[in-house]
């Protein structure tokens, strides 16, 4: 997240970059593309979490879920 609070993804689905002003602390790690309606993931901002001291991704493909979907329902 920049210092006006705005964060930034690309979506994997229809490739377009979004940017949108976004607090996850509060609001949580998923968003859906305003492009293609997908729900994609803030991957960047949990990489520069401070909660995530070891930035790393947790993504696991095979079923679809990382630390933050867990986190955030």
């Given at each position: ?12 689905f229809c490739e ?13 790690y998923k968003i859906f ?41």
């Amino acid at each position: 997240m920049d210092s006006k609070g705005y964060v930034v993804e690309r979506c994997p689905f229809c490739e377009n970059e979004i940017e949108i002003r976004w607090n996850v602390k509060t609001e949580g790690y998923k968003i859906f593309c305003p492009y293609c309606g997908k729900q994609l993931l803030l991957c960047d901002e949990c990489l520069h979490a401070e909660d995530n001291t070891r930035h790393i991704c947790t993504y696991n493909a095979s079923v679809g879920v990382c630390m933050r979907c867990v986190l955030d329902k």
